[in-house]
């Protein structure tokens, strides 16, 4: 089985009671690119319940439908 990882670039926004909003921004190759990219979208970083985060995913574990 081949390995490969995507990082995806996400606003998150957390408030209690409250549903959490989500946006995938971007999707990288690798955590350094997205971690450059994400210190750029600290600009959408309104509160403290918001933040942009890079997210690992591991493409092998996903399957075809």
Same mark, same amino acid.
């Given at each position: 089985? &081949? +390995?490969?990882? =995507? ?10 009671? /409250? ?6 921004? &971007? %999707? +990288? *190759?690798? $955590? %350094? /690119?997205?971690?450059?990219? $994400?210190? $750029? =979208?600290?600009?959408?970083?309104? @509160?403290?319940? %918001?933040?942009?985060?890079? #997210?690992?995913? @591991? #493409?092998? &574990?996903? *399957?075809?439908?």
């Amino acid at each position: 089985k &081949d +390995f490969y990882m =995507a990082w995806i670039l996400v606003w998150l926004q957390i408030n209690a009671g /409250m549903p959490v909003e989500h946006y995938q921004l &971007d %999707t +990288f *190759e690798n $955590r %350094t /690119m997205c971690e450059q990219y $994400r210190q $750029r =979208a600290e600009v959408l970083v309104a @509160d403290t319940n %918001t933040s942009v985060v890079c #997210l690992s995913v @591991d #493409l092998a &574990d996903i *399957e075809e439908q």
